[in-house]
């Protein structure tokens, strides 16, 4: 039988980073699996996504940058993406992000778990220019200004962990009032 929280799980989707779930889409073509994750996602209702390659960015491809800022900076403007061979790719970017918020909104995805570090998806990236040393990725700084809320998680992290619980169930329970 079904519990309450598994019903909401597969009434809500979460979208989900891509590489997280084995897709070779990292930019070096290495895999980047969350075991756990794996494990999870055949409970609840998923969107896998990866915004480089929906903003037409192939794999592998070179690392990229964000010069003069974070996420944030490049989605208002004022900081742009280098990649390792020095081609701008800002552009592709952003195109990614947006293709990647149209996904949450045409699927009414409110939650998403997304790989740390990436300067797409990560919540706190160091590839990034910033005081601190981290900034929010493009896609992560599009998605929090959109209203979704963000789990961020690395490769070989336990899930689902307490805190992921825990924000599943305020958000959710929020959400099916
Ligand atoms: S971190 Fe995000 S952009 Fe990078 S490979 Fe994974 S899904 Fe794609």
């Known amino acids: 039988m079904q519990t309450e929280t598994s019903l909401l799980q597969k009434r809500f989707p979460i979208m989900i980073s891509a590489c997280l779930l084995g897709i070779i889409c990292r930019y070096d073509g290495r895999e ?5 994750l794996v494990d999870y996602v055949s409970s609840v209702s998923f969107i896998p996504f990866c915004p480089e390659q929906l ?13 003069g800022g974070d996420g944030r900076d490049v989605i208002s403007g004022k900081a742009r993406l280098l990649n390792a061979v020095g081609d701008d790719v800002t552009d592709a970017f952003r195109k990614g992000a947006e293709e990647a918020l149209n996904l949450a909104r045409l699927s009414g995805a409110s939650l998403a778990i997304m790989k740390d570090r990436s300067p797409s998806c990560g919540l706190k990236t160091p590839f990034c220019d910033k005081s601190t040393g981290l900034g929010i990725g493009v896609t992560a700084g599009l998605f929090e200004s959109n209203g979704i809320k963000i789990f961020g998680l ?16 305020e958000f959710y329970s929020k959400s099916a009032r």
Do not use: M, V
């Open 32 to 36: 980047a699996t969350c075991s756990d």
């Open 55 to 67: 903003g037409g960015l192939s794999t592998p491809r070179p690392p990229a940058k964000i010069i």
């Open 154 to 169: 690395g490769k070989d992290d336990p899930f689902p962990c307490r805190n992921f619980l825990q924000l599943f169930e």
